[in-house]
């Protein structure tokens, strides 16, 4: 990589009372990409997104924004949007009023606030709303209140507070791709906190999944699902999660390992041709196909997917098997081991 | 079916009407006949032993305005109020916002701000009476250190209204306060956050959002401070009883003057309804005019 990030995170760290924020955050983020911020809830991605909008200040490290050190600057100097989770609206002012605030505040002559409202209004399909107030629109349009304050200034980077989590399952899958082809049509970069690992997989060019304020890995989203650095990435990532086994029940592995394998890398095979004999506990008709839950002594999360509708009733035994080339083989401390 | 409906309804009717008939007793009981035999009364002149009481119509209306003392009074009133309406708020704004920041030993300073509320009027009437006694007084003492004159701050006209509207003022500041601190408080903290992201000032937040979301308590403030502006007269029976020579005289305690002191229910009776009247008046400019320029939540 010859440019420079356009966002760099280097150690930061954020405790709170001696409690843990986020420790030794170091990340590059190109412009124009599109990052998520994935992990559990208390795992510190809301914590870093603030500490990069300058709503909390880091008790180590730098931030640079844009070529720029930002680790103390304060909010409004650093070019950035930020869309809340709760969208904080203003309650008391117009979707036109709210939208075009921060120009106002900034100064920015009416003709050319009248012009820029126009536009991020139609962008975001609210045109007709404007005189409205945020009390008396739907979810999605606040949402969408919220997108069009965040982009009518023209800033570089725009940051999102897990902004679909107050939405409908439907209308998330939709917003979710309007905010995709906003963030290209636009060419900002996006930061995406969520804890949804669809979104971030669907939407993100790079995953950053954290635990517990640590990074546990950054990587494209093929990247985090085929690859998992440890067995934390590997039973967060994917629906169903990776399976992991104890090395022990399978051969060749040694003792203190762990085996992760995917659901769609298992086959059910005839009884007595199989490499682990397990009991079903569940099934559960997901639509073009079925899962079935398995339980075996030496394993986690074990499953298998059958297609269409084919319920197995509880108890049975069943053989399965799976290629050595699909295993991710995790240490003792659960990192992965190469290959 | 229609009939059916129509019982229906009826029982619908009784029992609202039973819900509301506690409070239509009560008010009627203490508010309403009060207010009505007050407006009735005061249309009577006034009966002695050798001419019994007869209608004058609006004649103690007429007498009121020729009274000197009665313009005394509302000119005082309104300054009283003038002055301690606005004042009042806007230092219980001032220490709300600054009681709800990130201050040390936040508690503590909104406890002492709202010790004032939690004292009887005539407590604390007795408590700055000791402030302003001449010689004695707490602002003499602190005067002398500077080398001033000693002040009759309550026996002298030109000072005596402004001693009493600054003991009001005291005193109201910090129970309008706690309405404010309890606004500021349903302020969600990300609108400052999101303020701030945009890139506006602490004053422009404030002037603009904050502000305009505290509209409704502000109104709510404004007509509870223009009512005890009429109300609240307790501290002049300790500091002034309206002296010297009617200088702090408010309308209120010239009412009580005239129906107890001196007997004049009559007068009483029809400056009573004057100031209902006119109260009513304002309290409804207030609401009709502030209230579509308010946001409710």
Not at chain 2, 36 to 43: D, E, G, R
Request: charged share 20%; with cysteine; glycine share 8%.
């Amino acid at each position: 990589m010859t440019t420079p990030p356009f966002v760099k995170l280097d150690g930061v760290a954020k405790r709170w009372n001696g409690q843990l924020g986020v420790e030794g955050i170091t990340l590059d983020i190109p412009a124009g990409s599109f990052t998520a911020l994935l992990g559990p809830s208390g795992c510190g991605k809301s914590t870093t997104l603030r500490l990069l909008a300058g709503l909390e200040e880091p008790d180590e490290g730098r931030i640079v924004i844009d070529g720029k050190d930002v680790t103390t600057a304060a909010a409004s100097e650093r070019n950035l949007s930020m869309v809340f989770q709760s969208y904080a609206l203003f309650p008391h002012l117009s979707v036109a009023e709210n939208v075009v605030f921060g120009l106002k505040v900034r100064r920015v002559p009416k003709a050319e606030r009248q012009e820029k409202l126009a536009r991020a209004l139609e962008i975001t399909g609210l045109l007709g709303l404007e005189n409205r107030k945020p009390g008396e629109l739907s979810g999605g349009q606040r949402q969408r209140v919220a997108l069009a304050r965040a982009i009518i200034a023209g800033q570089k980077l725009c940051l999102m507070d897990e902004p679909l989590s107050n939405l409908d399952a439907k209308l998330r899958n939709a917003v979710r791709k309007d905010i995709k082809k906003l963030q290209r049509d636009l060419g900002i970069t996006v930061i995406y906190v969520t804890h949804d690992q669809t979104e971030a997989m669907s939407m993100a060019d790079t995953v950053v999944l954290m635990r517990d304020g640590h990074i546990q890995q950054v990587g494209a989203p093929d990247d985090l699902y085929s690859k998992p650095a440890n067995t934390f990435v590997a039973e967060f990532v994917g629906a169903p999660p990776m399976a992991l086994l104890q090395s022990s029940v399978l051969d060749g592995f040694g003792d203190d390992r762990t085996i992760g394998i995917r659901a769609e890398d298992i086959r059910i095979v005839p009884k007595g041709e199989g490499r682990l004999r397990c009991t079903v506990n569940e099934s559960e008709f997901l639509g073009a196909e079925t899962l079935i839950g398995l339980t075996h002594e030496g394993a986690s999360g074990l499953c298998v997917l059958k297609p269409g509708l084919s319920l197995v009733p509880e108890g049975t035994e069943i053989d399965i098997t799976f290629d050595d080339e699909n295993l991710h083989v995790f240490d003792a401390a659960g990192q992965r081991l190469a290959g | 079916m229609s009939a059916n409906a129509k019982l229906k309804r009826r029982r619908q009717a009784i029992y609202g009407w039973l819900m509301l008939s506690p409070a239509a007793v009560l008010l009627t009981l203490f508010a309403f006949y009060p207010s009505v035999a007050t407006l009735w009364s005061s249309l009577f002149s006034r009966g002695t032993r050798r001419n019994p009481s007869e209608f004058v119509g609006f004649e103690n209306y007429s007498y009121l305005f020729e009274d000197p003392t009665f313009w005394t009074v509302v000119k005082n009133n309104l300054l009283y109020a003038g002055v301690t309406i606005p004042v009042s708020i806007f230092i219980a704004l001032a220490m709300a916002l600054w009681a709800n920041g990130k201050i040390r030993a936040r508690s503590f300073v909104r406890t002492a701000y709202f010790t004032p509320t939690v004292l009887p009027m005539i407590a604390a009437a007795n408590l700055w009476l000791f402030f302003y006694t001449p010689g004695l007084g707490v602002f003499d003492q602190i005067g002398s250190l500077f080398g001033l004159p000693s002040v009759n701050w309550l026996g002298q006209p030109e000072t005596a209204l402004w001693a009493i509207i600054i003991v009001t003022i005291w005193k109201e500041s910090g129970f309008f306060m706690i309405f404010y601190l309890a606004a500021l408080q349903t302020i969600p903290e990300d609108l400052k956050e999101a303020a701030d992201i945009e890139g506006a000032s602490r004053w422009t937040y404030t002037r603009r959002i904050v502000l305009p979301l505290l509209m409704p308590t502000t109104l709510f403030i404004a007509v509870n401070a223009m009512i005890n502006s009429v109300k609240l007269i307790d501290h002049l029976f300790i500091l002034t009883k309206g002296g010297p020579s009617d200088a702090s005289k408010l309308i209120l305690y010239y009412i009580w003057e005239l129906a107890f002191a001196f007997f004049d229910s009559p007068s009483a009776a029809a400056l009573t309804i004057l100031v209902i009247a006119v109260l009513g008046i304002v309290a409804a400019i207030q609401f009709l005019y502030l209230d579509r320029r308010t946001h409710y939540q």
